[in-house]
């Protein structure tokens, strides 16, 4: 039995991207800290009936029409994977159905052989954050791949 830590992975960095400033800032904050030219999976996860993203250009849609939420969910992630291009990744998009979205990050990201996740965190704290629970905190408790968490700029 090998003593050696797991090897990194060479797969995509899995942005979690709600269409948020703070997802912007994330994609930014990664293009900073990482080498331009590396593999991007832009990812939005979505529900019908609980949003769960800002779509792209502010579109407005009945949320009752899952279609409508899914191609809106589609729109946004290709937003952010136009975002990420920018920031020198190579992205694609991906929109996925399922809930809680923490745990469809982690799944994707698994699946994908992530090399890393890269998301924004909204920093509720007090008992906002204690009932809702933060997607950032409970994709870097749960997920086995390295996290990146970028925070709201003072």
Partial sequence: M???PRAPTTGPVVFAYDG?????????EAGQQLAA???GLVLTVWQ?????????????FNTE????VRDAAERTAAD???????????????????SPSWKIIVEVSEARDASLIVLGSHGHTGLADA????VARAV???????????????
Avoid: K, M, N, Y
């Fill in 65 to 68: 029409q899952i279609t409508e």
């Fill in 37 to 39: 030219g590396r593999d």
């Fill in 140 to 154: 870097a408790a749960h997920s086995r791949r390295s996290v990146l968490i970028a925070h709201r700029r003072a």
């Fill in 80 to 98: 952010g994977a136009r975002q990420a291009g920018g920031a020198g990744f190579r992205a694609q998009s991906l929109a996925v159905e399922g």
């Fill in 48 to 60: 019908p009936f609980d949003l769960g993203f800002i779509p792209a250009d502010g579109l407005q």
């Fill in 20 to 28: 948020s400033d703070l997802a912007r800032l994330a994609i930014e």
């Fill in 131 to 134: 009932l809702l629970g933060s």
């Fill in 2 to 4: 090998s003593t050696h």
